[in-house]
């Protein structure tokens, strides 16, 4: 019969499995043409979509230069999985809600000699994530707090770890919604769940009452299990202020602290660096001094909220 031959596998003609290798009829010259003019229909459905896109280029440039089958599959297949990775890498940035693009490139170190270089470059590497720690950033308005959080959370992200992005308000206004609206638990589940969670600004505007006794249902719930990156102008002694209760704040550190880094930025604010160069501003008593782990003393009067 010159019907249609129909790609038949044996473990589907007899319910077993009698061979690793798919029966697929190439008998002649029909059948070849057949699967190529499916070719577009298969690789979508193998859900091979850069190799379906790109692959007259990708043919040419295989022909080109000379490689065999086994060459030319290969390159086929890393096309496939770099715009895989791409796509992922897109996905799980804008997932991370990250509030602008900053990375560690970009960091002038010069700029801010509090901090030390082999420090970030080592929490760069995200081990501290993989190990579900904690990192506290403390220091005044201005000095690079949220462009090393963006930065490390990106580097998370590209080595495949879940983020999440977030301001300390709008955690807690969360929080207080949905203690209010009986959503709570849907709500911590929501926050207990990335591998890094990012917090930034806390301590900038005051709390609600309720907001100390929320954060630490989060904090505990991600105690050793999920990493927070969290920044505040505010010294880890005067948390029982921003929080408004002595006995929380000290739950709060006890638990974020237990596995943490703390990295103490101080020195003048990089926004008003050119301000300040054109007389605007005054340069601080005080300027920079070197960076901590574990400790942190007030930072200077606030030149900007
Ligand atoms: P903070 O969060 O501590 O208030 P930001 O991270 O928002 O400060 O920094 C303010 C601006 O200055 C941002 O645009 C940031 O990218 C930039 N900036 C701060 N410090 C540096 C630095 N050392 N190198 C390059 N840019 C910096
Ligand atoms: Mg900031």
């Known amino acids: 019969m010159a019907g249609r031959k129909q790609p038949q596998t044996t473990a589907a003609a007899t319910g077993a499995i009698t061979s690793s290798q798919p029966q697929v009829a190439a008998g002649d010259a029909n059948d070849i043409a057949r699967m190529v003019e499916d070719l577009d229909a298969m690789l979508s459905r193998l859900r091979l979509g850069a190799i379906r896109d790109q692959l007259d280029g990708l043919l040419e440039e295989a022909a ?34 990250f509030p602008c693009v900053r990375t560690l490139e970009g960091f002038e170190f010069e700029a801010q000699p509090s901090i030390d270089p082999g420090k970030i470059r080592d929490l760069a590497t995200c081990r501290w994530v993989a190990n579900g720690d904690n990192v506290v950033l403390l220091g ?5 707090k949220t462009h090393l959080e963006v930065a490390l959370g990106r580097e998370a992200v590209t080595r495949g770890y879940s983020v999440q992005f977030t301001t300390a308000m709008e955690l807690l206004g969360s929080l207080v919604k949905g203690q209010q609206q009986g959503t709570l638990e849907v709500r ?7 591998r890094l969670l990012i917090i930034d600004e806390l301590g900038y505007l005051p709390l609600e009452p309720e907001a100390g006794h929320l954060f630490f249902q989060l904090i505990s719930r991600r105690y050793e299990q999920g990493s927070v990156l969290i920044s505040s102008n505010r010294p880890v002694e005067e948390w029982d ?9 000290a739950a709060i550190l006890d638990r974020l602290l237990h596995h943490s880094h703390v990295v103490t930025t101080r020195g003048d604010s990089y926004r008003l660096r050119e301000k300040r160069r054109s007389g605007l501003f005054r340069p601080q008593a005080g300027g920079s001094s070197s960076a901590g782990s574990g400790g942190s003393s007030p930072p200077p009067p606030a030149e900007l909220s």
């Open 241 to 249: 202020e921003v929080f408004g209760d002595q006995v929380v704040a």
């Open 64 to 97: 080109q230069r000379n490689w065999n089958l086994r060459e030319a599959l290969a390159w086929l297949c890393a096309a496939e999985v770099a715009s895989k990775e791409q796509r992922r890498l897109a996905m799980a940035m804008t997932i991370a809600h």
């Open 140 to 144: 005044p308005p201005g000095v690079g």
């Open 188 to 194: 911590l589940a929501q926050y207990a769940k990335p």
